[in-house]
């Protein structure tokens, strides 16, 4: 079974602390992804990576980034947390390029529910 | 710009019903249609998906109808049941030149409650 796992379930932080959310999937997947859901607003993808040291934006970067060191680790860093960062953050992976037309699937973790005060 | 519309916002069918959500969406370069399924305190999983060469794909009581000219496309739950509520995800990529969908456009959601 795929695996991704995120490092907390719930985080409260203070305004301006910089927040590390950690992320880890045991499928040797090329790609990984981080995303933020909000009522009413769905999923929106925050980075993602297609490699190790490779990231690429998103639809809603600002106030992020993104560290990928090893294959099987994507972190998502708040620099200076803000209120308006409170929100569900959802981890997922995939395969990377054409291993069948449905080969796609992205995998996704628990979520981390993060407060920031 | 929304690119993938998605509707109702909030879905209640009662136990041995249809459940219908539908999506619209205005890129044409898309190729590729997930639906993902998602229980409270979880994180979604994909349900089922159709590429546009067909105009329909059946997964059990799962069944996703896709219409090109019209740039929409349904999933239909039939026989609902209470454990199928939960909020659905559909999604639409763009093959790259690798051959990978590998980013996906998410609908808002819906919340879909069957009631026993």
């Known amino acids: 079974d795929v695996k991704v796992t995120q490092s907390s379930r719930y985080l409260v932080k203070r305004t301006g602390e910089k927040v590390f959310l950690e992320c880890v999937q045991d499928m040797d997947h090329e790609n990984m992804f981080w995303y933020r859901q909000d009522p009413g607003l769905g999923l929106r993808l925050i980075y993602f990576s297609y490699d190790v040291k490779m990231k690429e934006k998103g639809d809603i970067p600002e106030g992020y980034s993104v560290s990928r060191e090893k294959k099987e680790r994507f972190s998502l860093i708040l620099e200076s947390a803000s209120t308006n960062q409170t929100s569900m953050y959802l981890c997922?992976?995939?395969f990377g390029s054409g291993r069948g037309p449905f080969s796609n699937e992205q995998f996704f973790g628990p979520g981390t529910r993060l407060t920031v005060l | 710009q929304q690119q993938v519309k998605q509707s109702p916002q909030s879905l209640i069918v009662q136990k041995g019903g249809i459940s219908i959500i539908n999506c619209a969406y205005e890129?044409?370069?898309?190729?590729?249609f997930p639906w993902y399924q998602q229980f409270p305190g979880k994180g979604p999983a994909l349900l089922i998906a159709i590429r546009p060469d067909v105009s329909e794909k059946k997964e059990g009581r799962f069944t996703i109808s896709f219409n090109k000219s019209a740039k929409q496309f349904s999933l239909h739950i039939m026989d609902s049941q209470p454990g199928d509520s939960a909020t659905y995800f559909c999604a639409a990529s763009i093959r790259n030149s690798g051959g990978s969908n590998y980013k996906l456009t998410f609908g808002k959601g819906t919340l879909l409650t069957v009631n026993p």
């Open positions: 890129n044409t370069a898309f190729d590729y």
């Open positions: 997922a992976s995939s």
